[in-house]
């Protein structure tokens, strides 16, 4: 027997995430932000006064750089450096620059196998002992665990993305450019609008975030 992978991809402001880490919990999973690899990648650089348009030397920081994921789902961490960065990766300084680093694409091979590391590790062992784990991030289902046992796209409309991540407190200018901004130049390196074949699309749109937990956990008791 080996783990479940649910992979979940989609822009800011769907509600990823919440739903990702409750699908985790309710499912004793690890839950795995892989955005988060792109902001910790995008901070050490900055801490370190690496130019973030310098490619080279953005790639040759993220795969150097001492970088631990706590993968529960109830009290997700990352730990750069022996420090709990958690919160400093989620400051507007990051989220504004943090697209330099996910459109850099030899970062994007490093982080990436990073990536598919942690979740095989999953599959087997590690921190929910073979259980599985839920990933997410923009191309979990297409490009890093295309072979998952539940791949959802999930989507909202525009004004209702910006407005939810608006309701977490930013100024509402800066978090337009934040989603909007971030989202077009990501999109250009990696398709998250639309489902690849077999990705089923979760529209939250109109729905809570429950709702849309429960529509997550219907696809994976389809597959255990
Ligand atoms: O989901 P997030 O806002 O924490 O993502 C941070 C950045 O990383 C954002 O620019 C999108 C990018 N990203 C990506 O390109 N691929 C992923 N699998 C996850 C995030």
Not at 146 to 173: C, I, N, S, W
Not at 209 to 218: F, G, K, Q, S
Request: glycine share 8%; with cysteine; hydrophobic share 45%.
């Amino acid at each position: 027997m080996t783990g479940i992978v649910i992979a979940i991809d989609g822009p800011a402001g769907t509600g990823k995430s919440t739903v990702a880490r409750e699908v985790a919990r309710r499912m004793r999973l690890a839950y795995f932000d892989t955005g988060a690899t792109y902001r910790v990648g995008t901070l050490w650089c900055l801490r370190e006064g690496v130019d973030l348009g310098n490619q080279d030397d953005v790639a040759a920081m993220v795969a150097t750089m001492n970088v631990e994921l706590i993968l529960n789902p109830s009290n997700p961490a990352i730990v750069l450096e022996g420090e709990d960065v958690s919160r400093l990766i989620r400051s507007d300084t990051v989220a504004l620059q943090v697209s330099k680093v996910a459109t850099n694409l030899e970062a994007r091979r490093i982080l990436g196998q990073w990536q598919r590391d942690v979740i095989e590790s999953e599959r087997v062992g590690g921190y929910s002992e073979g259980r599985g784990v839920v990933a997410e991030g923009r191309d979990i289902t297409t490009i890093i665990a295309p072979d998952a046992d539940v791949r959802v796209l999930m989507t909202a409309d525009e004004e209702v993305r910006v407005a939810r991540r608006a309701g977490e407190g930013a100024d509402v200018a800066t978090v337009r450019e934040a989603v909007l901004g971030r989202d077009r130049q990501d999109a250009t390196v990696v398709e998250f609008h639309t489902a690849a074949d077999g990705v089923v699309t979760v529209d939250t749109t109109d729905l809570t975030i429950d709702e849309a937990v429960r529509a997550v956990l219907t696809l994976a008791e389809r597959v255990s």
